[in-house]
């Protein structure tokens, strides 16, 4: 899940991306307002987290910029002050979530998936769309119970397509979100990806859309039944 870290203490934020990149997030951190702008458009980052300090002015003052600036995603605030008053200004304008440090990097992680959740109109770490049963903690999928095996990128892929139900998936958005390290990505590199979820998928599972990108399609026939076997 690509996530956009705003750290400006310019101290913790690489800590803390990595704690999260172990748990399945890729995050970007950037260390200002126009940089994480920059940042949003450019990466389409799934939600947005901002590391406050202590000393630093509230939070309220980068989060009216941010959604005045066109960011949508889920906002989750990490902040060292535990002011009730800052909590409630702060979700009054634009935060999904305030958390207050000291925390556990897997609470923060388990908080960014549930704003990703809500936002999507999902109320579970487990979905069910497209015949195939996709756990988003675990990072499994099932097809008819049996285990699909996907690689770490065929994973990111499919749950692109999850939290995009019905609507196209563009080239641009899986590079960013699958390699957004590495620029010299190529169109072939994609299809290559896609076609290997697809033969795991079926062959009609997932539609090329000229000029948009890649859209999933539910299957022609059966439904995915709910088994809790752990895939390896």
Same mark, same amino acid.
């Given at each position: ?56 002015? !509230? ?19 990490? !902040? ?123 062959? !009609? ?28």
């Amino acid at each position: 899940m690509q996530l956009l870290v705003i750290d400006r203490s310019n101290a913790r934020g690489g800590l803390l991306a990595s704690r999260l990149s172990n748990v399945g997030f890729r995050p970007n951190v950037v260390r200002s307002l126009a940089e994480a702008l920059q940042a949003s458009n450019r990466d389409g980052a799934t939600a947005v987290l901002v590391d406050q300090g202590r000393q630093m002015e !509230s939070c309220v003052d980068l989060i009216r910029p941010l959604r005045e600036g066109g960011i949508v995603q889920p906002l989750v605030i990490l !902040s060292e002050r535990d002011d009730w008053r800052e909590k409630v200004d702060c979700l009054d304008a634009g935060a999904d979530d305030f958390l207050v440090k000291p925390i556990r990097s897997e609470e923060v992680a388990a908080r960014l998936r549930a704003v990703v959740r809500r936002g999507a109109g999902i109320s579970s770490n487990r979905l069910l769309q497209y015949g195939i049963d996709l756990d988003l903690k675990q990072r499994c999928a099932w097809k008819s119970g049996e285990c699909l095996n996907l690689s770490r990128s065929e994973f990111r892929l499919l749950r692109l397509f999850f939290l995009s139900p019905g609507q196209p998936v563009t080239r641009n958005t899986i590079r960013n979100a699958l390699w957004r390290e590495q620029d010299s990505i190529t169109e072939n590199a994609i299809e290559v990806l896609v076609t290997r979820l697809r033969k795991k998928l079926g062959s !009609s599972s997932i539609r090329s859309i000229r000029g948009q990108g890649y859209t999933m399609t539910a299957p022609e026939n059966g439904s995915t039944d709910h088994f809790e076997l752990p895939c390896r």
